[in-house]
Each structure stands twice: as structure tokens, then as C-alpha cells.
């Protein structure tokens, strides 16, 4: 089945820095999706992305279906960005599943 | 709009004993439905997924099952719990013809 994996696994920044999360899969999908894991394990969906570049406030994603890649921008971290980020990626054949990769884990410090 | 209730938030269950965990969805029709499992500090894993009633896919052998007795909820199920059942189950669901996936709030799961 397709392999999703993430880089880097864990990240720890000071406030205000930038960082960039990057997400590889091993086959052409359908559809992907940023979530950000909040410390009480609620799962938000940031972004639906499957190809192109899409912004929402300080976070940004673009995916290129073609180099089979995406990756999230965080511009000017804040502590409440800490948690685990994840892309979930569908394959192409129609099965309706969603495979999750290996997550990044950020801590961001006051 | 569309909500997704999952419950109960945490359970402590002995080793043999059962297990039922259910996951309804409001406001939608004819959902796609999920099962995932995390362990602790690990990603999640798919374990079923449903695309209509009494239609369960199961993606990894276990001592776990799931049903879809109605559109709108999709009940996770063991008969005996082992100690590797433990972790952090979320449901999730999909609208129709709408990539995107929202997940509930999830069950911690603790069997001792």
C-alpha cells in the first residue's frame, strides 16, 4: 500500500520563528490533507490540498502531486501551534481510505 | 450543520472483558465512516471504514470488529479486550462527494 512519511519528527522552535513541514508519499493520490493534533488529541483539518498552493493566516501548504510532496509553511509560531501535524493522503483507486503519515511533533516555547 | 459524537471520552476495561464504542453523525447523509486507532505518541491507523450500511472494510486483522446498524453511526466492537487493544480511538467522517475527513473527539481506551 501506499507509504506516507513526514519530516522531521519532532521540531521545537522559539516564538515567532518559521518553519516548514514536509510530507512524502510513495504514489500518486487522489487527495490530501493537512491536521494539526491538538494537545487534547482533538484532530483539525488545516487544509484539503490534493495539488497548488493554499494560504490560511499564518499557515500555508502546497502540494506537488507530480513530485509526489507536500509540504506546510508556519510563519511566526506561536505556542498555541504546538501539537502534532499530520498529512493524511487517499489513494487514487477509489477505496474511500484515508492513510495517515507518521506525524511532526512541534513544541513551540514562550 | 454537520456534528459527529463520539463517546465515552475515557474507559478503563479489564483484560476479557467486552468492548462497544459508538460514533453517530448528525446533520449529513450517507456518510463515509472511519474507525482509527493511536498509539500513544504514534500516528493513526486506519482499522475500518464503512460506505453505506452493513458495508465494513476491514484494513487490519484483530481482535476488533465494526457495524453500521444505521446510516448515520458506526459502532466499534470486541468481544474479548487484550492488553494491545489500549490506545486512542477516533472516528471520522466524510460527506458524500466532499474530500474532506473531520474527526469526533475521540475514546481513550486503557485495558489493565
Known amino acids: 500500500g501506499i507509504q506516507v512519511e513526514q519530516s522531521p519528527p519532532d521540531l521545537i522552535l522559539q516564538e515567532g520563528a518559521n518553519s516548514t513541514l514536509r510530507c512524502n508519499f510513495s504514489d500518486s493520490v487522489n487527495n490530501l490533507q493537512w491536521f494539526h493534533q491538538n494537545p487534547w488529541g482533538q484532530l483539525i483539518n488545516l487544509f484539503y490540498i490534493p495539488s497548488g498552493t493554499k494560504q490560511n493566516g499564518r499557515l500555508s501548504a502546497t502540494t506537488v502531486a507530480t513530485e509526489r510532496y507536500s509540504l506546510l509553511y508556519i510563519s511566526s509560531s506561536q505556542t498555541t501551534d504546538s501539537g502534532v501535524y499530520f498529512c493524511a493522503v487517499e489513494s487514487p483507486s477509489g477505496t474511500y481510505k484515508y492513510i495517515f503519515g507518521t506525524g511532526t511533533r512541534l513544541k513551540v516555547l514562550a | 450543520s454537520q456534528t459527529i459524537h463520539q463517546w465515552p471520552a475515557t474507559l478503563v476495561q479489564p483484560v476479557g472483558s467486552p468492548l462497544s464504542l459508538e460514533c453517530t453523525v448528525e446533520?449529513?447523509?450517507?456518510?463515509?465512516l472511519y474507525w482509527y486507532r493511536q498509539a500513544a505518541g504514534r500516528g493513526l491507523q486506519l482499522l475500518f471504514y464503512?460506505?453505506?450500511?452493513?458495508?465494513i472494510s476491514s484494513e487490519v486483522p484483530q481482535n476488533l470488529s465494526a457495524s453500521r446498524p444505521q446510516d448515520r453511526q458506526f459502532i466499534l466492537s470486541s468481544k474479548k479486550l487484550l492488553l494491545s487493544d489500549s490506545g486512542f480511538y477516533l472516528c471520522a467522517w466524510r460527506e458524500f462527494g466532499n474530500e474532506k475527513l473531520f474527526f469526533g473527539s475521540g475514546t481513550q481506551l486503557s485495558v489493565l
Open positions: 464503512s460506505v453505506g450500511i452493513g458495508q
Open positions: 446533520g449529513t447523509s450517507n456518510p463515509n
